[in-house]
C-alpha cells in the first residue's frame, strides 16, 4: 500500500468518527437543555447560540486533544465518549446552580448565554488537559 494511503486511512477515521461524536453529542446536549437551541438560533437567540456555541467547543477540544494525545484509536473513542458525559453533567449542574438560567437563555439574555458558552468551554479545556 503507498504510503499516502497508510497515513490517509487512520486520518480518515479519527475525521470520521470525530464528526459523527460531534453530532451525537449535539444531539444528547440538545435534548438534555430545557430548550430548542436549533430553534431558537434560527429564530435569531443569540444567548442559545453562544450557549452551544460554548458547548459545541469544548467538546471539540476533548475531542482534539484526545486525537492527539492516543495513539490508540479505541482510548480515542473512550475518553471522547466520557467527555460527552462530563459537557452534559456541566451543563446539569450550572442549570442547578444558576436559576433560571434556562429562562433566560430562552428569552434572549446574551449575559446569561454567553456565561453558559464560558462554563462550557472552560470545562471542555480543563476536561482536555486532563488527558495529557
Excluded at 27 to 51: C, H, P
Excluded at 71 to 94: K, N, P, T
Aim: glycine share 8%.
Amino acid at each position: 500500500m503507498p504510503e499516502f494511503l497508510q497515513s490517509a486511512v487512520p486520518y480518515l477515521a479519527y475525521l470520521l468518527s470525530a464528526l459523527m461524536l460531534l453530532a451525537v453529542f449535539l444531539v444528547l446536549y440538545t435534548r438534555v437543555t430545557r430548550f430548542d437551541e436549533l430553534k431558537l438560533i434560527r429564530e435569531g437567540n443569540t444567548a442559545a447560540a453562544f450557549s452551544l456555541g460554548g458547548a459545541v467547543l469544548g467538546f471539540s477540544c476533548t475531542l482534539a486533544f484526545s486525537i492527539a494525545l492516543h495513539a490508540s484509536w479505541h482510548l480515542y473513542l473512550l475518553w471522547s465518549v466520557a467527555a460527552m458525559v462530563v459537557q452534559v453533567i456541566a451543563y446539569a449542574l450550572a442549570a442547578r446552580l444558576m436559576r433560571n438560567m434556562n429562562a433566560a437563555i430562552h428569552e434572549g439574555n446574551t449575559a446569561m448565554g454567553g456565561m453558559m458558552g464560558a462554563v462550557s468551554l472552560g470545562v471542555g479545556l480543563v476536561n482536555a488537559a486532563c488527558l495529557t
